[in-house]
Nanobody
Framework: EVQLVESGGGVVQPGEFLRLSCAAS????????LNWVRQPPGSGLKWVSS????????YYSDFVKGRFTSSVDSAKNTLYLQMNNLKPEDTAVYYC?????????????????????WGEGTQVTVSS
């Protein structure tokens, strides 16, 4: 059974940074798409990034491109999201998700609610 556990959320000021981690277990060894998704207060789910473990191809939302970096440490089975120059609008619960085929390549993506596996989420608050 696939399990995803996020950590690293917190409260920071605008312009600061955070690194989220997602410990993954239960994968069979076949490539997966590892996706970060966030849910701002009072809003729906928003796609952040998709990383394909088969070749490390990464796609980013236009809202985070240039500020956020997704990466994976295969030896540690851990996905990371480095978030720099954080803005108040980045405030959200951040979810690590996985799916063998579903992912996003741009912000018009309809796939987010259908990702197969989800973590519990970690809160990120950006406030002065």
């Amino acid at each position: 059974e696939v399990q995803l556990v996020e950590s690293g959320g917190g409260v920071v000021q605008p312009g600061e940074f955070l690194r989220l981690s997602c410990a993954a277990s239960g994968f069979t060894g076949t490539p997966y798409y590892l996706n970060w998704v966030r849910q701002p207060p009072g809003s729906g789910l928003k796609w952040v990034s998709s990383l394909y473990t088969g070749d490390d191809t990464i796609y980013y939302s236009d809202f985070v491109k240039g500020r956020f970096t997704s990466s994976v440490d295969s030896a540690k089975n851990t996905l990371y999201l480095q978030m720099n120059n954080l803005k108040p609008e980045d405030t959200a619960v951040y979810y690590c998700t996985a799916d063998p085929t579903l992912h996003c390549t741009d912000d018009r993506c309809p796939n987010v609610p259908n990702f197969a596996y989800w973590g519990e989420g970690t809160q990120v608050t950006v406030s002065s």
